[in-house]
């Protein structure tokens, strides 16, 4: 076969474009391997909510509360006319096991509520407080 540009193909053989070798991370911690996971699934599920969490690298189906569903509630800042004047508004969603994706969805669902109603930024699902209900509070972070 006749190159069309000769000397093209030695040039590139000696660039080793096709003798890579597989990369090693090693100044990655797992921090930042975690969080890369996430923003992952958060990218496949379309969300906006960043699952914050210091809860190592879970899978959506992996169990971290036990199997039922559990209505998740997220209370705002509606108004402060002073520091002792604070009107509050609380959202709800229910998540229908213990799954992670299912209090991730759960988390989206409140914080879209308090993004449309109140223009809420605080997108980081930090952390979910078990209440004497049985009810979960979500606490979020900006």
Not at 24 to 52: C, N, Q, R
Request: glycine fraction near 6%; proline fraction near 1%; include cysteine.
């Amino acid at each position: 076969m006749q190159e069309l540009f000769p000397g093209t193909t030695e040039a590139l053989n000696n660039l080793s474009l096709y003798k890579t070798e597989t990369p090693v991370f090693e100044d990655v911690d797992a921090f930042e391997l975690e969080m890369e996971h996430y923003d992952e699934l958060k990218d496949e599920l379309g969300y906006e909510t960043v699952w914050s969490m210091d809860s190592g690298i879970l899978n959506l189906d992996q169990k971290i509360l036990t199997d039922k569903a559990r209505v998740v509630t997220y209370k705002c800042i509606k108004e402060i006319k002073s520091m002792d004047d604070v009107t509050y508004i609380t959202f709800t969603a229910v998540a229908e096991d213990g799954t992670v994706g299912a209090l991730w969805k759960a988390a989206e669902s409140c914080y879209q509520q308090a993004k449309l109603a109140i223009g809420d930024w605080h997108y980081f699902v930090e952390n979910f407080e078990l209440e004497e209900d049985g009810s979960l509070s979500l606490v979020t972070g900006s």
